[in-house]
């Protein structure tokens, strides 16, 4: 069965960096849209952002624009997120997911998940 698997997660202070991983188990992949969700506690699971099958397209959530980067390396079945300028209330569990087709925001709509991977940023 095709897994996805997480990493890079940690604590950190404020203002720091990370780079989440997210390796996919096969090439089943490569054709779908992916996406970073996370979740907080007590929240619901909220859409960071998402990328197209071929990494053309990317769409951020307005929380993280500008500071988060989703990239894709589909030679190595990879995906990414690069976090920069972290703030408190970017402190949640981050999940990767896969869909076929088209990327969306909705979680919900997502059939792959990984296991998640905690970010707590420190004040």
């Known amino acids: 069965q095709a897994q996805l698997v997480e990493s890079g997660g940690g604590l950190v202070q404020a203002g720091d960096s990370l780079k989440l991983s997210c390796a996919a188990s096969?090439?089943?992949?490569?054709?779908?849209?992916m996406g970073w969700f996370r979740q907080a506690p007590g929240k619901e699971r909220e859409f960071v952002a998402h990328?197209?099958?071929?990494?053309?397209?990317?769409t951020y959530a307005d929380s993280v624009k500008g500071r988060f980067t989703i990239s894709r390396d589909n030679a190595k079945n990879m995906l990414y997120l690069r976090m920069n300028r972290l703030k408190p209330d970017d402190t949640a569990v981050y999940y990767c997911a896969a869909k076929p087709s088209l990327p969306i925001t909705n979680w919900k709509q997502y059939a792959y998940w990984g296991q998640g991977t905690q970010v707590t940023v420190s004040s």
């Open positions: 990328i197209s099958y071929n990494g053309d397209a990317t």
């Open positions: 096969d090439r089943t992949f490569n054709n779908y849209a």
